[in-house]
């Protein structure tokens, strides 16, 4: 049996404990370096936290102009996050995103600031709370 090596992942811009709003949130993340050339990038959300569970998911966004209502099939479009068994602790869940598809799509892949822009799916629950303990973007 051959023991393969674990990916190596360079975390390029991290940011600070993300309390998700009930229309939208939108987090600016400056990379430190430029996407290297065959190399993936990811936006990482770690430690899922909320008071209950906010009956909801979230869009994520990659580069989503400040108020657009995004559509069906949007090109911004990068995933989905749940705060599902959250709740009432913090947790060590990790979600991760693979960005670099929509980073070409959008033409993004230069370098530069990105916003991550988390859009609930309905109205989230009074008093849930949902927080991100650290949403970072990486480059393996």
Known sequence: MFAMAAPQFT???????VRLQADRTVVTLVPAAKLRQG???????????????PGVVYGVYLDLA??????????????????????????????????????????SARGGAHTITLIPRGKPLDGSDPAIAELALVQQ
Do not use: C, E, W
């Open 11 to 17: 975390t390029i811009s991290r940011g600070t404990a």
């Open 39 to 53: 190399g993936r990038m990811f936006v990482t959300a770690r430690g899922l936290t909320a008071s209950t569970d």
């Open 66 to 107: 400040a108020g657009a209502v995004p559509g069906d099939n949007d090109p911004h479009y990068v995933g989905t996050l749940g705060f599902y068994d959250t709740a009432p602790k913090p947790s060590q869940r990790f979600s991760s995103f693979d960005v670099t598809d929509a980073l070409t799509r959008l033409g």
